[in-house]
């Protein structure tokens, strides 16, 4: 069985000229074609971070900290990672069964930020920071 990942024209090319010398062997072929979405870009991914950081700084200075049980409440600021575990990556598995950022395509970081700043607008009433733009960086 041979498998093809064509992302270029010249695989796209290798891969016909391959089926083509198949056919004419066997005369005969089963062919299944999976679409993949491409993955977030490292720009996706340095804006994804400097948005959780901006979104820590606007949890922390609303007074929203994250309280985690030690031997008693403790107040604990929101940081970049923590936002990431805690908001983003839960509602990111939820709405594409995806665990690591490192896996979420081109277009849903734009979806799971929507989610994300719907549900802290209207549980908590904060206004969460734009998504990065190119300027911002």
């Known amino acids: 069985m041979k498998e093809f990942k064509i992302n270029?024209?010249?695989e796209l090319s290798r891969a016909i000229t391959e089926i083509d010398a198949e056919w004419h062997e066997a005369h005969y072929l089963e062919v299944t074609i999976k679409r993949k979405a491409k993955q977030r870009t490292l720009?996706?991914?340095g804006s994804l971070h400097l948005f959780l950081t901006r979104l820590a700084g606007v949890l922390?200075?609303?007074g929203f900290d994250m309280r985690r049980t030690l031997k008693h409440d403790a107040?604990?600021?929101?940081?970049t990672e923590n936002a990431k575990e805690f908001l983003w990556?839960?509602?990111q598995k939820s709405l594409t069964q995806?665990?690591?950022?490192t896996e979420i395509t081109t277009v849903e970081p734009t979806i799971i930020?929507?989610?994300l700043c719907r549900h802290l607008g209207s549980k908590l009433g904060v206004v969460c920071p734009p998504w990065p733009t190119k300027g911002d960086k």
């Open 113 to 115: 930020h929507d989610v």
């Open 75 to 79: 107040e604990i600021p929101w940081t």
């Open 43 to 45: 720009t996706q991914n």
């Open 8 to 10: 270029s024209l010249a």
């Open 89 to 91: 990556r839960p509602i």
């Open 98 to 101: 995806k665990t690591s950022t």
């Open 60 to 62: 922390n200075d609303a």
